[in-house]
Each structure stands twice: as structure tokens, then as C-alpha cells.
């Protein structure tokens, strides 16, 4: 999806509505040293704590719905931010001199905040005789009890087991 600069869409629309999501900043800097940063603001557009700059100094909030992800990008949680973080917002400055007339052609890309893109795709993956793979993302496997992670894992077996039967692929 290509989005117009200042064009508004919802994470639902972009299928990342409830789940983690990361920001990749592409910037093409002219020779200049460049700082991303993310602020978390009340409902005043105001900084609603300094715990919630987010840059390189600062690598995460403290809830964790907001880290850095490399030099260049972030992952939000947005389920974990206070109630008192009304808006996001990711700013790029300067390091030095220069100013901002010399930065080239940029891009900003959001996606799931998956470390194993290849993985989802052949969770996805058309064609097949039957679904042979159950990917799910796990953001923080720490916050799950291992019961949890095993039917996470165990949740599409069963039902591979019965087709795979139905289609003599194994007795």
C-alpha cells in the first residue's frame, strides 16, 4: 500500500490492528548524520513524560510499547503504552549541520514486526496439497506460560494429521 504523505490510515486496514508492528525509516541523508526519534504525547500534543522519548540514548519505554529497532526504525506495541500516551510521533533531525532541503528521496515502512517475513509467507502459501506450516509470532515469549506456547504450537496439528490421513499421505 502506498500511503500520500499526510494521508491518515487505520492499523485494522493494514491487518496490524491489536499486534506489534515495526517502522522501518529509509532515509537518504546527503552525507548528513541523522537522528529518528519517537515521542509519545498526551492528549495536549505534549511530551507526556520523558520516559517516552524513544531514540538511541533511550532504546524503549518503560511499558515496552515503544523500541528502537536498529538506527533506523521502532517496533511498537500499542496495547502496552499507558492510557496517558494519547498520540505517537517520529520525528528525524539533524546531527550537525545541514538542513533538511538536503535530504533525498525517504520512505517510511511499516510491517509486522517479524524477524522471519520468509516464514509467514509459506504460512500463507498458495498452492500446496495441504497447509504445512502453522507460523505464529510470539513477541514476548517470556509473558506466556510454556502450556500456552506447546497449544500455540499444537493449535493446527490435529487437523494437518486428519487431511494428511484423508489424502494418503501418510498412514
Avoid at 16 to 45: N, Q, S, Y
Avoid at 140 to 160: F, G, N, Q, V
Wanted: aromatic share 8%; proline share 4%; net charge negative.
Amino acid at each position: 500500500m502506498e500511503i500520500a504523505r499526510g494521508q491518515r490510515v487505520k492499523l485494522q486496514d493494514l491487518g496490524l490492528a491489536g499486534k506489534p508492528f515495526a517502522l522501518e525509516v529509509k532515509l537518504a541523508g546527503g552525507g548528513m548524520t541523522l537522528d529518528v526519534a519517537c515521542f509519545g504525547l498526551d492528549a495536549h500534543r505534549r511530551l507526556s513524560d520523558e520516559r517516552y522519548m524513544t531514540f538511541f540514548n533511550q532504546p524503549a519505554t518503560p511499558c515496552g510499547g515503544v523500541r528502537t529497532r536498529g538506527d533506523r526504525g521502532f517496533v511498537f506495541d500499542l496495547d502496552r503504552l499507558p492510557a496517558a500516551v494519547d498520540a505517537l510521533v517520529v520525528t528525524v533531525a539533524i546531527d550537525g549541520a545541514g538542513t533538511m532541503a538536503r535530504l533525498g528521496a525517504s520512505t517510511a515502512q511499516i510491517s509486522s514486526d517479524s524477524d522471519f517475513p520468509f516464514l509467514e509467507k509459506l504460512d500463507e502459501l498458495s498452492g500446496r496439497l495441504i497447509d504445512n506450516a502453522n507460523y505464529f509470532a510470539v513477541a514476548r515469549p517470556d509473558e506466556h506460560s510454556d502450556d500456552a506456547l506447546y497449544d500455540l504450537l499444537m493449535a493446527e496439528y490435529p487437523a494437518w494429521v486428519k487431511l494428511a490421513r484423508a489424502r494418503s499421505m501418510f498412514r
